[in-house]
């Protein structure tokens, strides 16, 4: 187990985020280069072409994958009350498809590349209308939410996301 650090500068750019600081941010905040390239990716990755309900449906397939309960549990709050998913979505995503086809290859596109580590074809994803650069912000992402899908696992990150 990893200990939370309640006070680090850079927790502040997460309460700025976020409007508090979950537990995760705080394991991080042990090795400040991790938390600072978690925030920069996170960043960039929301300035980036995914819609905000793709990205957690992603987050929720590999999350889910990876056996993350930490994860699963606070991008279930997130996509619900954040990103406007239903429940059937909600669960839909932990399985790696969705209701929507185009949704669908993206995440199945996500979750094959979290259980095959690496080795996944994107041609469902492209075929379905996603475009090159929103394959490589899919691949991004999966690596962004693999890392802390893993820090949470190591660390037995108590969960401080309320049930959605």
Known sequence: ?????????????????????PNMPKVMAN?????EGYLALSGALKQG??????????????????DCGYCVQAHTYLG?????????????????????PKQAAAVAFAREL??????ADPA?????GWTEEQILEII??????????????????ENDWPAA
């Open 1 to 21: 187990m990893i200990t939370p650090v309640d006070n680090a500068p850079l927790l502040d750019e997460v309460r700025k985020r976020l409007g508090r600081v």
């Open 31 to 35: 090795a400040p280069a991790v938390l």
């Open 49 to 66: 072409t995914l819609p905000g309900p793709t990205s957690e449906r992603i987050a929720l397939a590999v999350g889910a994958a990876n």
């Open 80 to 100: 619900k009350r954040v990103a406007g998913l239903d429940d059937a979505e909600v669960e839909a995503a932990k399985r790696g498809t969705s209701a929507d």
């Open 114 to 119: 979290t259980e095959s580590r690496g080795k």
């Open 124 to 128: 469902a994803a492209l075929a379905a």
């Open 140 to 157: 991004a992402l999966v690596a962004l939410q693999t890392l802390t899908n893993y820090v949470n696992k190591v660390a037995e990150t």
